[in-house]
Nanobody
């Protein structure tokens, strides 16, 4: 397993931007596809975005497509989530997760991911 630590959350007004980071340690970072999930109060954890081991292939939930960008820097063992045009409905705890595979499958169940960070709070005010 790999140890993950997120940062970059905070309070922002609607229309603003935030950049989340997820630093990995413990295993070879490039061996894992990476993803971001989020969980709002009273709701289930939902998939946000994923990137394959090389950073060349990405996938997004429809709700964030065109506003969020996932990326990774394998030399820095870090994954990123750039969030633009934020909306109040984006308010949630955001988690990064390491997939059990280097590749993206097109489906993203939490059980497909072997390691999770502790989460970082993102709050978007209207």
């Amino acid at each position: 397993q790999v140890h993950l630590v997120e940062s970059g959350g905070g309070l922002v007004q609607a229309g603003g931007s935030l950049r989340l980071s997820c630093v990995a340690s413990g295993r070879t970072f490039s061996a894992y596809a990476m993803a971001w999930f989020r969980q709002a109060p009273g709701k289930e954890r939902e998939f946000v975005a994923a990137v394959n081991w090389s950073g060349e292939i990405t996938d997004y939930a429809n709700s964030v497509k065109g506003r969020f960008t996932i990326s990774r820097d394998n030399a820095k063992n870090t994954a990123y989530l750039q969030m633009n045009s934020l909306k109040p409905e984006d308010t949630a705890v955001y988690y990064c997760a390491a997939h059990k595979s280097p590749y993206l499958s097109g489906t993203y169940y939490p059980t497909d991911f072997g390691s999770w960070g502790q989460g970082t709070q993102v709050t978007v005010s209207s």
